[in-house]
Nanobody, 115 residues
Framework: QVQLVESGGGLVQPGGSMRLSCTTS????????MGWYRQAPGKQRELVAV??????NYADSVRGRFTISRDNAVNTVYLQMNSLKPEDTAVYYC??????????WGKGTPVTVSS
């Protein structure tokens, strides 16, 4: 069974920065892609950023502020979040998609942007 463990969430002031980490129990290169999603209270889960073997893709709401990266040596995907806004408050989830169409999710890490 594939396990994804997120970390790095917490409370940050508007305009601040935070880095989330997602470590997998399987080699990152064994997945078709890996991404970060978020779900705010009362809203549907939405894509934040996704990384494949090519260029990463970002939601319009975070492009230019967030950066997704990966370290294959430690099977970890990161989400660097800068210029955070209150509307970025959500539970952030890591997802891995296999080449066979299976999706694996982490349990999520909460991010609160507030003064």
């Amino acid at each position: 069974q594939v396990q994804l463990v997120e970390s790095g969430g917490g409370l940050v002031q508007p305009g601040g920065s935070m880095r989330l980490s997602c470590t997998t129990s399987r080699l990152i290169n064994s997945f078709k892609n890996m991404g970060w999603y978020r779900q705010a209270p009362g809203k549907q889960r939405e894509l934040v950023a996704v990384t494949t073997s090519g260029s990463p893709n970002y939601a319009d709401s975070v492009r230019g502020r967030f950066t997704i990266s990966r370290d294959n040596a430690v099977n970890t995907v990161y989400l660097q979040m800068n210029s955070l806004k209150p509307e970025d408050t959500a539970v952030y989830y890591c997802k891995a998609e296999s080449y066979f169409g299976s999706d694996y999710w982490g349990k999520g890490t909460p991010v609160t942007v507030s003064s």
